[in-house]
């Protein structure tokens, strides 16, 4: 059993800066891709970023050049450092571990619980 445990969430001013950490627990031969969703009230939860196994990261428009999202392959670990706040970036953030080897072809896709982010004015 793959799980998925976020920390580093919590309440800042805008302007400020929080770091997220996802780390995958289990049986894992190997990870396709991890990233960051984030859903607000009311909202369709949406991409924030993803960092695949080998390859370029990649992030949402909304958070290019504030967010930057790095993996640690051996620790099976995926962290989002959020600089420069806005309110608009409140919402509860996920994190996802795509196309997880358990074993010899055998591959699922993964959830974390989610974190609370509040950005206040």
């Known amino acids: 059993q793959v799980q998925l445990v976020e920390s580093g969430g919590g309440l800042v001013q805008a302007g400020g800066s929080l770091r997220l950490s996802c780390a995958a627990s289990?049986?894992?031969?190997?990870?396709?891709?991890m990233g960051w969703y984030r859903q607000a009230p009311g909202k369709q939860r949406e991409l924030v970023a993803i960092?695949?196994?080998?390859?370029?990261?990649s992030y949402a428009d909304s958070v290019k050049g504030r967010f930057t999202i790095s993996r640690d392959n051996a620790k099976n670990t995926v962290y989002l450092l959020m600089n420069s706040l806005k309110p608009e970036d409140t919402a509860v953030y996920y994190c996802?571990?795509?196309?997880?080897?358990?074993?010899?072809?055998?591959?699922?896709?993964?959830w974390g619980q989610g974190t609370q982010v509040t950005v206040t004015s």
């Open positions: 960092a695949p196994s080998s390859g370029s990261t």
């Open positions: 289990g049986t894992i031969y190997s990870i396709k891709s």
């Open positions: 996802n571990a795509e196309r997880v080897l358990v074993a010899p072809g055998l591959e699922f896709d993964y």
